[in-house]
């Protein structure tokens, strides 16, 4: 059986495509020997040393030769990428991306990340989550964000990915034309009867049938409070606000999933339009967690949501990414925590110009799979079987010992969600793979255990992205770079304060203990020779200059 290795050296076989049909069916051959190693091995993951536990770098200082310096650690060290888990997918989907993938010429990853949250879409409106324990249970809604240069064939992709949506989206709509204009008629009539009933009640003569008007208006009150509207339908918006956002979501259920082929709503995020100016970012946040929404504003009724699901994928250039995740707003608030950014490998200069187009029954396929869990009936809540609660335990607890060796608070809240966005990964996976009959189906460990590895090929390129924007790394090297330009070495704090008074947001402290540890200076106390108070004295690493 064919080997695949891990991020961090452990190994798992390369699965078929087939799956197991039932929940209780004992696991697939290739999950027999999958087991997470012992708890010392440095699993699931490969730390970037920058944020890792420095105590494995002092280990290398001991054999650092004569001169008494450790070895240089950079502060751009980055995590290696892993080939997305497009066999972990299910059978119509992995097979639909592979072909999209070909006929762009683009990377697995970004079909593949984009199909994750096409399968949320199309089920998130009728499975409220995935119960975890009593008082614990995660949406299947998801947000990712897709990080390409310009020219990568983003928008052919996208288009691909969603056009299933449009066409069911149109084709509802005119099917309900009537119905909706209808239900819009006998609304209007109810409120024009209200209206004309307060306006004979408040007129100075009283009507002689006042008792019998007011026992109409009672009705029609009823009538109107217990109206169910019918609206258009809409699974998907792009370039939209969070007053209209709140708006849709709740004439759609609660459910919605925001999609942009450009950044969208992440350009406009970084730009700081939904800052804590104007509380944009909270209705957002609320949805993506699946908590109750309630917006109240002067010249507007009330929008309350019990039971949101608020799904995203946004297709962005680097710098876009890059803004998004050095918004000091943006990361303390929780906002990159919930994005899923998966970076794609170019292919530019590699690609075949006449790649075969997606075969018709490929991408029919696909449609059709998108379409029945648009129209299933089947609803409810979601939960797992025994044996894959138990793997998800192991998988959280792997998660949780490794959140020791970050320091990023950011990257520690992404962190902190990844095992529950594995489990809403495995939920839409289930869903899309029982269609009519997920919630009287236990998620099995076979569905965990590729939900693991879908997340686990998303989680360099997570790592990568917060190394990059890591504020902390960027003082750290604005630092190191006013110390080479020192023509006097060592260098006392005193002065490298003078030389770094006008940085905003830069910490000397932290930036000088990030440097110590990643062995570009040493960082000594010399004793007045006057008995004043002691020098901070900083001594660079002689290899630090090549």
């Known amino acids: 059986?064919?080997?695949?290795?891990?991020?961090?050296?452990?190994?798992?076989?390369?699965?078929?495509?087939?799956?197991?049909?039932?929940?209780?069916?004992?696991?697939?051959?290739?999950?027999?020997?999958?087991?997470?190693?012992?708890d010392n091995?440095?699993?699931?993951?490969?730390?970037?040393?920058?944020?890792?536990?420095?105590?494995?770098?002092?280990?290398?200082?001991?054999?650092?030769?004569?001169?008494?310096?450790?070895?240089?650690?950079?502060?751009?060290?980055?995590?290696?990428?892993?080939n997305f888990a497009v066999k972990a997918l299910p059978v119509p989907v992995m097979e639909y991306v592979t072909a999209v993938a070909n006929s762009t010429q683009t990377p697995l990853e970004m079909a593949g990340a984009a199909s994750i949250v096409a399968m949320a879409a199309s089920c998130q409106h009728r499975y409220s989550g995935i119960r975890v324990k009593a008082d614990y249970f995660e949406p299947l809604c998801i947000q990712i964000a897709i990080e390409a240069k310009s020219g990568e064939k983003k928008s052919s992709v996208a288009r691909n990915m969603t056009?299933?949506?449009?066409?069911?989206?149109?084709?509802?709509?005119?099917?309900?034309?009537?119905?909706?204009?209808?239900?819009?008629?006998?609304?209007?009539?109810?409120?024009?009867?209200?209206?004309?009933?307060?306006?004979?009640?408040?007129?100075?003569?009283?009507?002689?049938?006042d008792i019998e008007l007011m026992a109409q208006l009672d009705v029609l009150n009823g009538q109107l409070a217990n109206f169910v509207e019918i609206h258009p339908k809409q699974i998907l918006a792009d370039d939209i606000?969070?007053?209209?956002?709140?708006?849709?979501?709740?004439?759609?259920?609660?459910?919605?999933?925001?999609?942009?082929?450009?950044g969208g709503f992440l350009v406009h995020a970084a730009e700081g339009r939904y800052d804590n100016k104007n509380g944009g970012l909270n209705a957002f946040l609320q949805a993506t967690a699946g908590d109750t929404v309630r917006v109240d504003r002067i010249g507007r009724g009330t929008n309350q949501l019990d039971d949101p699901r608020l799904s995203c994928l946004f297709f962005a250039q680097p710098a876009v990414i890059a803004d998004v995740f050095t918004n000091?707003?943006?990361?303390?608030?929780?906002?990159?925590?919930?994005?899923?950014?998966?970076?794609?490998?170019?292919?530019?200069?590699?690609?075949?110009?006449n790649a075969p187009a997606v075969s018709?029954?490929?991408?029919?396929?696909?449609?059709?799979?998108?379409?029945?869990?648009?129209?299933?009936?089947?609803?409810?809540?979601?939960?797992?079987?025994?044996?894959?609660?138990?793997?998800?335990?192991?998988?959280?607890?792997?998660?949780?010992?490794?959140?020791?060796?970050?320091?990023?608070?950011?990257?520690?809240?992404?962190?902190?969600?990844?095992?529950?966005?594995?489990?809403?990964?495995?939920?839409?996976?289930?869903?899309?793979?029982?269609?009519?009959?997920?919630?009287?189906?236990?998620?099995?460990?076979?569905?965990?255990?590729?939900?693991?590895?879908?997340?686990?090929?998303?989680?360099?390129?997570?790592i990568n992205v917060y190394g990059i924007c890591d504020p902390a790394i960027k003082n750290a090297k604005y630092l190191l770079d006013k110390v080479l330009s020192v023509s006097s070495v060592p260098i006392t704090r005193r002065e490298l304060d003078r030389i770094t008074s006008g940085k905003e947001d830069f910490?000397?402290?932290?930036?000088?203990?990030?440097?110590?540890?990643?062995?570009?200076?040493?960082v000594d106390k010399e004793q007045a020779t006057t008995g004043g108070r002691p020098s901070t004295i900083i001594t660079v690493n002689p290899n630090a200059k090549n």
């Open 1 to 38: 059986m064919p080997i695949k290795v891990m991020p961090g050296g452990y190994s798992v076989p390369v699965h078929s495509p087939t799956y197991p049909p039932e929940p209780e069916a004992p696991p697939i051959e290739w999950y027999d020997d999958w087991a997470p190693p012992d």
């Open 41 to 82: 091995d440095n699993i699931y993951l490969e730390l970037p040393l920058h944020y890792a536990a420095f105590h494995q770098a002092s280990s290398e200082q001991d054999n650092s030769g004569s001169t008494g310096w450790p070895q240089i650690q950079p502060l751009d060290r980055t995590t290696e990428r892993v």
């Open 163 to 209: 056009s299933p949506f449009h066409k069911y989206e149109c084709r509802w709509n005119e099917e309900n034309a009537h119905k909706i204009e209808t239900n819009r008629s006998e609304k209007r009539i109810i409120k024009s009867r209200i209206s004309a009933i307060e306006k004979a009640l408040s007129s100075v003569k009283k009507p002689p049938n």
């Open 241 to 262: 606000t969070p007053e209209k956002m709140v708006d849709i979501l709740e004439a759609q259920n609660g459910c919605l999933t925001l999609f942009s082929a450009d």
């Open 328 to 353: 000091r707003i943006l990361r303390e608030r929780g906002f990159c925590a919930r994005l899923n950014v998966v970076s794609c490998q170019s292919n530019i200069g590699n690609r075949n110009v």
């Open 360 to 462: 018709l029954h490929l991408a029919k396929a696909y449609e059709d799979l998108i379409f029945r869990m648009l129209a299933d009936s089947d609803s409810g809540e979601l939960s797992m079987s025994h044996v894959a609660h138990k793997r998800y335990l192991e998988y959280a607890e792997v998660v949780e010992k490794s959140l020791l060796s970050y320091t990023d608070s950011a990257l520690l809240a992404w962190l902190n969600k990844s095992a529950g966005a594995m489990l809403r990964i495995a939920a839409i996976i289930h869903a899309a793979e029982h269609i009519g009959t997920a919630s009287n189906k236990q998620i099995t460990e076979g569905t965990i255990a590729r939900a693991i590895q879908i997340l686990e090929s998303l989680k360099p390129s997570n």
């Open 507 to 522: 910490n000397l402290d932290a930036s000088l203990v990030m440097l110590e540890k990643h062995g570009y200076i040493k």
